[in-house]
């Protein structure tokens, strides 16, 4: 198992010792590393998905409202068609 050693604020170290006083601190401080990692690591997959989304966004066509519109009637209804939906 490894050790980690880091300084914080006496004010922060008091309130985590008088409120985990009865735990074990060391398996406190690991989970909340554990959760730090796990966040930090969603946000890295966040920013490297948006920086994708950029990226193709940059490459696409311009579609307006009323087209976007208009495709999804038409999705819309060829799908209630092939499900036997009355017209909308």
Do not use: C, Y
Not at 30 to 38: G, K, M, S, Y
Not at 58 to 74: F, M, N, P, Y
């Amino acid at each position: 198992m490894g050790t980690m050693n880091f300084s914080i604020p006496d004010d922060i170290k008091e309130r985590f010792n008088r409120t985990f006083a009865q735990r074990n601190r060391s398996a406190i401080v690991a989970q909340l590393i554990e959760e730090a990692v796990a966040r930090g690591e969603r946000k890295q997959q966040s920013d490297e998905a948006i920086r994708r989304i950029m990226v193709r966004r940059q490459s696409t066509a311009d579609v307006s409202t009323e087209e976007i519109l208009r495709l999804r009637d038409e999705i819309r209804a060829e799908s209630d068609a092939a499900h036997q939906f009355p017209p909308r």
